[in-house]
């Protein structure tokens, strides 16, 4: 099939590294796994973060004319479905829907999220536009367990919905893994690794609430690398400065150099504070190494609780640390974790195992689809 991508929140061919943009592209890389011609169909970034009303309207006014341009292009030779990634209030799909209603085709939504609260705020014409979205979709793929609750209540009771669970592409983070294991392992310092952005708010609280957790490990010795970077890199730094030269930064890595850090490491660590979907747990895991996060949904669909790692209580230092000294001090422990990582993530979170469940319900779609049109929207 031909179906036609989208990603309002950040294109695939997006210059900045993010865990969005890597689900983007990893949903490209299974659509073409099962064998189908994937165009982007736009790079739009209809992404508002201030809730500007007038940035918000030229961004509606752009995407009407995107909308009718494509759909003049493709009036003779029309994809056979459109699928979109990620619409929330803040990035809604101001294109989809429009060129999907033009032609008559089928219109999927893979992750989909609802923030009842936005309903009357600043970003109550975006809130409208994804709820609008949801409910004429013919289905909505849920990647974020905790989505599924809000969209099934806007969807009608009738309408198709489905779960898709997180996944990468597991090769790229395994090659050289037997060796990597096969070497011996100095216990007497572990090492740590933590990979993510630099960003104000979940972020940097996340660095904050890792930093005091590492202040209570104590009995063991430790190392962490730090990969990533950002606006507030002097604010990491600062919070992990009483631990001088134990913390080391190595900036914002390539995907393999980050695949070759977690396979020298023997955790990894991150407190997940506000993370939609634990990619970076994914990823770890796919390299044997047994994870430590906060207990989010989005973290509990990819970590086997207590197999391949441990979760711990959002925003609790404590509990983190004694997470911490517990596979710290446990080699045999990390690699029965380490070896049960690798094969769940083989089993479940791998390219081809979600190619085959996304082609299925693509293809179920396509072949139940009625024409999108006003009547279903509201």
């Avoid at 943009?21 to 890389?29: D, F, G, N, P």
């Avoid at 004319?65 to 803040?90: G, S």
């Avoid at 396979?263 to 990894?268: A, M, P, V």
Wanted: charged fraction near 25%; glycine fraction near 6%; hydrophobic fraction near 45%.
């Amino acid at each position: 099939m031909r179906i036609a991508f989208y990603a309002p929140l950040k294109s695939p061919a997006h210059p900045v590294p993010s865990g969005d943009r890597q689900i983007a592209r990893s949903l490209l890389r299974a659509l073409q796994h099962a064998g189908h011609d994937a165009p982007i169909a736009s790079h739009l970034r209809s992404f508002d973060a201030q809730g500007d009303g007038e940035r918000q309207a030229r961004l509606r006014r752009l995407g009407e004319r995107i909308a009718a341009r494509l759909a003049r292009r493709w009036r003779t030779a029309a994809p056979d479905l459109w699928l979109t990634y990620h619409v929330y209030h803040k990035a809604p799909d101001l294109i989809g829907p429009k060129v999907s209603r033009a032609l008559g085709i089928p219109y999927v939504a893979v992750e989909a999220s609802i923030t009842p609260t936005q309903r009357d705020g600043r970003w109550s014409k975006g809130h409208m536009l994804v709820v609008d979205a949801i409910r004429a979709a013919d289905t909505i793929v849920c990647i974020n367990p905790r989505d599924v609750q809000e969209v099934r209540r806007v969807r009608d009771a009738t309408a198709a919905l489905d779960v898709l669970a997180p996944f990468i592409d597991v090769a790229a983070f395994t090659a050289g893994l037997d060796a990597q294991h096969g070497r011996a392992r100095d216990d007497r310092d572990v090492r740590l690794i933590a990979v993510a952005m630099m960003r104000d708010g979940a972020k940097l609280a996340s660095y904050r609430t890792l930093a005091a957790a590492l202040a209570h490990v104590t009995g063991v010795h430790w190392s962490l690398r730090i990969v990533g970077d950002g606006p507030v890199r002097q604010d990491v730094e600062q919070a992990f400065g009483p631990f001088g030269d134990r913390v080391s930064f190595v900036g914002e890595q390539s995907a393999p150099v980050i695949a070759a850090l977690m396979r020298d490491s023997e955790l990894l660590v991150w407190p997940a504070i506000g993370e939609a979907i634990g990619v970076v747990f994914i990823e770890a895991q796919a390299c044997g190494v047994p994870v430590i996060g906060g207990d989010s949904p989005g973290v509990a669909a990819v970590v086997e609780a207590d197999r391949t790692g441990v979760l711990v209580p959002l925003e609790d230092p404590l509990a983190l640390a004694a997470a911490i000294r517990r596979l710290a001090s446990d080699p045999s422990l990390r690699e029965r974790m380490g070896a049960a990582a690798a094969a769940h993530v083989r089993a479940r979170h791998d390219v081809p195992v979600a190619a085959t469940a996304l082609d299925a319900i693509l293809r179920r779609v396509v072949q139940a689809h009625r024409p999108f049109d006003a009547a279903r929207t509201v």
